[in-house]
Every structure is written in C-alpha cells, then in structure tokens.
C-alpha cells in the first residue's frame, strides 16, 4: 500500500523545490525517520541505494578509498557475495590495494582469531558478510566488529541475507561501521537499498567526499519504484524476490 502510494504520488526529484519534488523528499525523510527508530540510530546515517549490490558497492570502495592515504591493506572472507569480492577484485586489480582472505572452517564459519592474526598496521578495511546466501551461514560479527573496533579498523557487513530472518535489536547488534541491507530479500519492493554508514565516518563516493551527517550530493535514494542505476559490479544472479 506504502509502495503502491509512493509509485504514484513521489514521482519529484526529492532535490528540487516544487512541489512534486518536495512531496517525495518528505516521504523519503520519514522513510529515514522511521527506520532509524528501528534501528536506534541517527537518520543521517542511513543512505537510501538501489539495492544491496550498491550498498555494498559504495561501503567497500567507499570506505577503502577514502583511507588509502593510511594504507592499502584490506580483509574479507572467501564467501561474500559478487557485489562485495568483486569490489575487492577490483581494488587489487586497479588500485594497488592488497587483500588478505581470510579462510572459513569446513562449516563455512570465520574465526575473529584469524581476522585479528591478518590484521596490519596499514589494514584499513574489514568486510565479512553476516549470513551467507549460498548456505545460510550465521558469521560471529558482532566479535569481528569488537576485534576492529579495538583496533580501529572500518568494518563493514553485507546483511542483506540477515534482515527479515535472524533478529535485530538495533544496528549496533552488528558493531559495525557499515552495514548493507536490502527491501527484496524481505518481501519489500525491488530497487531499495540501504546502507547503514556509521557517523562521523569518511565514505568516498562518486560524488565525492562526504561523511554520513551531511547530506551527500545527489545521493537521496528515492521511494521504491525509482530505481538508481547502482555500481553493479557484482550481482549478477538477480532473481527479484529471492
Ligand atoms: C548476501 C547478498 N548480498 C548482496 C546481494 C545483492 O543485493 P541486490 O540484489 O539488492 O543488489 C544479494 C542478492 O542476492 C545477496 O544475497
């Protein structure tokens, strides 16, 4: 019904001024409102995508550009989805970057202790996935999350398989700086994303730089139905409602 309304009444660029492009900025201002409740954090902290492939997109080079003057070392695992190992991919390929994978055991499960032996002193970037999609495996992420907080490493997680299954009490249950989601994979509209950006945390995107707090530059996000063209490096398997 939400949806159905927002198809076609928020049709408004939500940057401009007229009336149509007003009405849309406030749908999608209490759609942020509302969903920061939920997640006890700061509406400046959520980030509206297309999905969870540009979620993902962004969080990972987002994150790993904006630190490359502190350095090119990152760390991920073996089973993450397209839109985040072929980020990483393309970091090492074209960026100069160095990315250490950490191994699972036979149940397809990351040790902390292996994250914690991989990191360096030039380790700006952390992504382990919160629920596998090939198999359902559950990762210890809120230990990863502490290892690098502890450390002051970014961390990021794809959760987009967690959201709708497994509970959340709050963001922060992940002890994550980043933290990618999207409406499809619980029943929602196709063409919604989100990504949680902890605040202050220094993301750069294609639009430049800009922190979660201040308003990035033309990245609004828009009720369901307007789907932005995401960086879609990976996901290739796309069944809607999967
Ligand atoms: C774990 C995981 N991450 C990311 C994605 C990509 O999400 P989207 O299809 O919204 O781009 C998927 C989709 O299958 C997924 O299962």
Redesign the pocket.
């Known amino acids: 019904m939400a949806v159905r309304e927002a198809e076609q009444t928020a049709f408004g660029n939500p940057s401009s001024i007229h009336a149509a492009g007003r009405h849309a900025r406030a749908l999608l201002d209490e759609s942020r409102e509302r969903l920061s409740v939920l997640w006890g954090c700061r509406p400046s902290e959520i980030i509206f995508t ?7 997109n962004l969080a990972v080079f987002g994150a790993a550009r904006a630190r490359a003057d502190r350095g090119r070392h990152l760390i991920t695992s073996p089973i ?5 190992r072929q980020a990483f991919e393309y970091l090492a390929a074209r960026e100069g970057y160095e990315v250490t994978i950490v191994r699972t055991d036979p149940l397809g499960v990351i040790d902390p202790g292996d994250v914690r032996r991989a990191l360096r002193s030039d380790t700006t970037l952390v992504s382990v ?1 919160a ?3 090939e198999v359902g495996t559950l990762q210890p992420i809120r230990d990863i999350g502490e290892l690098c907080r502890d450390h002051g490493v970014c961390f990021h997680t ?4 967690w959201f709708g299954k497994e509970p959340v009490a709050a963001i922060d249950d992940f002890a994550a700086d980043l933290v ?1 989601g ?4 619980l029943g929602g509209p ?2 919604a ?1 989100v990504l949680y950006a902890r605040s202050p945390l220094l993301l750069e995107s294609a639009a430049g730089w800009w922190q979660p707090g201040e308003r990035p530059p033309g990245r609004h996000g828009k009720p369901a139905g307007h789907c932005r063209p ?1 960086c ?1 490096l ?2 290739l ?3 809607p409602g ?1």
């Open positions: 297309s999905g969870g492939t540009e979620a993902n993450e989805h397209p839109s985040v996935m629920a596998n999609n794809d959760a987009v398989q990618a999207c409406a499809h994979k196709r063409g994303g995401g879609r990976g996901a398997h796309e069944t999967v």
